[in-house]
């Protein structure tokens, strides 16, 4: 079994900033790219922030400049540090995880159960 378990998310003000955490456990053999994704009320899931096994990003155009995702390889734990928030910020955050359970596995997805992140004016 594999879980990721966020935290980090909560009330801010717009301008303000929030970190957030995702660490992973359990049967892990191998951790690919791990990233944060975001869903607002009425939209569609969008990728944040994702950071590969070799340090590289890839961003958000809504959020470059803001955002800064980074990893502990050796903790299993993404993070993402978020600067100069704003309203349109709002949404539950996931972290995601591309894992590979055993020598024989394929890497696949795993998702947190998602971190409420709320901006206000």
């Known amino acids: 079994q594999v879980q990721l378990v966020e935290s980090g998310g909560g009330l801010v003000q717009a301008g303000g900033s929030l970190r957030l955490s995702c660490a992973a456990s359990?049967?892990?053999?191998?951790?690919?790219?791990m990233g944060w994704y975001r869903q607002a009320p009425g939209k569609q899931r969008e990728l944040v922030a994702a950071i590969t096994s070799g340090g590289s990003t890839n961003y958000a155009d809504s959020v470059k400049g803001r955002f800064t995702i980074s990893r502990e390889i050796a903790k299993n734990t993404v993070y993402l540090q978020m600067s100069s928030l704003k309203p349109e910020d709002t949404a539950v955050y996931f972290c995601?995880?591309?894992?590979?359970?055993?020598?024989?596995?394929?890497?696949?997805?795993?998702w947190g159960q998602g971190t409420q992140v709320t901006v206000s004016s």
């Open positions: 995601n995880a591309q894992i590979a359970t055993s020598y024989r596995d394929y890497e696949r997805d795993y």
């Open positions: 359990g049967s892990i053999f191998s951790i690919n790219a």
